[in-house]
């Protein structure tokens, strides 16, 4: 039977105030089976088949549950019609559970901070490349005071020589 639970909790929420680190929304894998793909419907209040999540909530991680269809999915009120399909894990399978998704979200958190990273590295490259290129300055200075020593070595022997 399905139960009235106004405080459901979305597949993205973060309810409880047990996390030690900083979350980042969304699953941290692939669903198996998408929300609909079971059977026999399970209908809400409102006559529409439930779709099937699965919670990442502290409280209740990896725990699949089906909630009206208006209410999660279209935006709206809908009837609040909330059930959990599974019991819930024991203390051990909880903690491994919330374990393995903190995991996967470090590492998503990681490559991010990596790609930005990369970014930032392809920036500053083609900047100091574009500055290279539009200022060989040092280069052609070095080129003019070559001639200009040489210049300056010929006067001397010259002047030494008609000295003498
Ligand atoms: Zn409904």
């Known amino acids: 039977m399905a139960a009235q639970f106004p405080a459901c909790s979305g ?3 973060r309810s409880g105030a047990s996390s030690r680190r900083r979350r980042q929304p969304g699953k941290p894998i ?3 089976q998408l929300p609909f793909d079971y059977e026999p419907a399970d209908v809400c209040d409102c006559g529409e088949k439930m779709p099937q ?3 990442w909530s502290d409280p209740n991680p990896g725990r699949r549950y089906r909630n009206c269809k208006i209410r999660s ?6 009837c609040q019609v909330f059930k959990w399909i599974d019991d819930p894990l024991d203390a051990h399978h909880k903690q491994l559970v919330r374990d393995l998704r903190d995991a996967v979200w470090d590492r998503d958190e990681e490559i991010e901070r990596l ?3 990369i970014e930032r590295l392809q920036e500053e490259k083609f900047l100091l490349a574009a500055r290279k290129q539009s200022n060989p300055e ?7 005071m070559v001639w200009v020593l040489s210049v300056a070595f010929v006067i001397c022997c010259t002047w030494v020589m008609c000295r003498n």
């Open 73 to 78: 999915i279209a935006g709206g009120i809908g």
């Open 11 to 13: 597949s993205s929420s």
């Open 53 to 55: 999540w699965i919670s």
């Open 138 to 144: 040092p280069k052609k200075m070095r080129g003019f």
């Open 115 to 117: 790609q930005v990273e």
């Open 30 to 32: 692939p669903y198996r």
